[in-house]
C-alpha cells in the first residue's frame, strides 16, 4: 500500500515511517512543511529506501496537497502534521488554529477530491486515517478512564485544536462519505521526541546538572505509551479499523509526574555512575504550574484491544530505560537541535496572552 503520510519528520511520523518501511512492504510519501519540531536525522536510517519518498508542503497550502495527491495517486492517508506542543499553544494559539484545524480542513477536501476519482477496489480501501489526542477529552477525576464515548471537553489551546480538527474529519465522513478513521491516544514517549516535552526535559537537565523543572506539585498524571507501539497500533487500526470508527490507544500506564521524573532520576544514577548530579532527584525543582494544567488522562484501550487485536509490546520500565539510553548515546541529535536555535526555556506561562 501506499501511504501518504503527514508529519513524517516529526516525532511519532518518523516512527512510523521507520516501522512502515523497515517492518512492512507499505510505501510512503511523507509530506511535512519541516516546522521547528521536523528533524529529517530522525530519518537518517531509512532516507535510502526507494519506497520513500519526501514532499516538502504545509497542510494549509491547498494548491500545493492536491499536487501530492496528484502526484502520488496514496492509497491512504495517515495524517499526524500538526503543532503538538500544550505550553505553546498557551503562549501563541495561531498557529495552532492555522495548521490543526485549517490544515485538516485542506487536506480532507484534498483527500475527498482524491477518493472521488478513485474506482472500484481502490475506492473501497482508501481510508483517511487522523491521528488524534486523548486531551480532547479533557480532565479526569481520581477514578475512570476515557473512552471512546467519553464527551469532548477540551481545556488548552492545543486539546481545543485537536477536538475541532476531529469533528472536521467525522463531518467529511458523514457529510461527504470520506472512508475515515479517528485514533485518540494518550502521552508518547521514546527516542527522537523533540526536547521541549517532560522526558527529554528531564534527561537532559539531568545529564547536565541544571534544574529539572517539575510543574506544580508534580500531582498530574498521564498515561505513557511507547512510541513504536503507538505506530504499530496505528498501522493496525489502517489495516483492519471499521470505516467511520473511533479507536482510543494507550498502555494502561498511569503515572504522576512526580513519580515518572524520580524514574528518570534512579535510571540516570544508575547508567552515569560517575556523574558529580548524582542523586539526580536532587535537582528536581518544582515551578508554576501550567496554565489549566489537566489533572488527570487515562484510556480505556479495551476497543483496541479486542476488535483489533493490538495489545502494547514495551513496559513502561524498559521502555524509559531505552529511552534515557537512547539521549545519552545519541548526543548528536540533541546537540544538532540546539545549534538550530532550540533552547531549554520555560514556555506556556500565558505572559502576554
Ligand atoms: N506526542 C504525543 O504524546 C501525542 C499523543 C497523542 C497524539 N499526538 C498527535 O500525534 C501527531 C504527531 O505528534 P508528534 O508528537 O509527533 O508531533 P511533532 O511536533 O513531533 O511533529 C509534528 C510534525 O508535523 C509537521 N507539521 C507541523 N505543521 C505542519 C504543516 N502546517 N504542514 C505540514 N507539516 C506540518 C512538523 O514539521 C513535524 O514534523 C499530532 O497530530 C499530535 O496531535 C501526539
Not at 495517486?73 to 505553546?88: C, I, N
Not at 505513557?224 to 483492519?240: F, K, P
Not at 473511533?246 to 513519580?259: A, L, M, P, W
Request: aromatic letters at 8%; one cysteine or more; charged letters at 20%.
Amino acid at each position: 500500500m501506499k501511504i501518504l503520510v503527514t508529519g513524517g519528520a516529526g516525532f511519532i511520523g518518523s516512527a512510523l515511517v521507520r516501522l512502515c518501511l523497515q517492518g512492512t512492504d507499505h510505501s510512503v510519501v511523507n509530506l511535512d512543511k519541516l516546522s521547528y519540531a521536523a528533524n529529517l536525522d530522525n530519518l537518517s536510517e531509512v532516507l535510502p529506501n526507494n519506497r520513500y519518498a519526501f514532499e516538502q508542503v504545509d497542510i494549509c497550502n491547498p494548491e500545493a496537497v492536491v499536487a501530492v495527491f496528484a502526484r502520488h495517486k496514496p492509497d491512504a492517508v495517515m495524517h499526524l502534521a500538526a503543532e503538538s506542543h500544550v505550553d505553546r499553544s498557551i503562549d501563541g494559539p495561531a498557529d495552532f488554529i492555522q495548521t490543526n484545524i485549517i490544515g485538516t480542513y485542506t487536506l480532507l477536501e484534498a483527500a475527498l477530491r482524491h477518493w472521488r476519482s478513485l474506482e472500484g477496489e481502490a475506492k473501497a480501501n482508501f481510508r483517511f486515517l487522523h491521528v488524534s489526542t486523548d486531551e480532547v477529552f479533557g480532565s479526569l477525576g481520581d477514578e475512570g478512564l476515557f473512552t471512546e464515548a467519553s464527551p469532548y471537553q477540551p481545556n488548552s489551546p492545543y486539546s481545543a485544536s485537536k477536538a475541532s480538527s476531529d469533528m472536521l474529519v467525522r463531518a467529511w465522513h458523514h457529510t461527504y462519505g470520506l472512508p475515515v478513521l479517528i485514533s485518540n491516544c494518550s502521552n508518547n514517549y521514546g527516542a527522537y521526541q523533540f526536547p521541549e516535552k517532560l522526558i527529554p526535559v528531564v534527561v537532559l537537565a539531568g545529564l547536565e546538572g541544571r534544574p529539572i523543572p517539575v510543574y506544580g506539585a508534580g500531582a498530574n498524571i498521564r498515561d505513557w505509551l511507547y512510541v513504536d507501539d503507538h505506530a504499530s497500533a496505528l498501522l493496525r487500526v489502517l489495516e483492519a479499523g471499521r470505516n467511520g470508527e473511533t479507536y482510543n490507544i494507550g498502555g494502561r500506564n498511569e503515572v504522576r509526574n512526580i513519580d515518572l521524573v524520580k524514574t528518570i532520576c534512579a535510571i540516570l544514577d544508575d547508567l552515569l555512575p560517575d556523574s558529580p548530579h548524582r542523586p539526580h532527584n536532587s535537582l528536581i525543582t518544582y515551578v508554576t504550574d501550567r496554565p489549566g494544567h489537566d489533572q488527570r488522562y487515562a484510556i480505556d484501550a479495551s476497543k483496541i484491544e479486542a476488535d483489533l487485536d493490538w495489545v502494547p509490546s514495551v513496559a513502561i520500565d524498559e521502555g524509559l530505560r531505552r529511552t534515557v539510553a537512547w539521549y545519552l548515546e545519541n548526543r548528536w541529535w540533541w546537540e544538532a537541535l540546539r545549534k538550530r536555535g532550540h533552547k531549554d526555556t520555560r514556555l506556556g506561562l500565558a505572559v502576554g496572552q
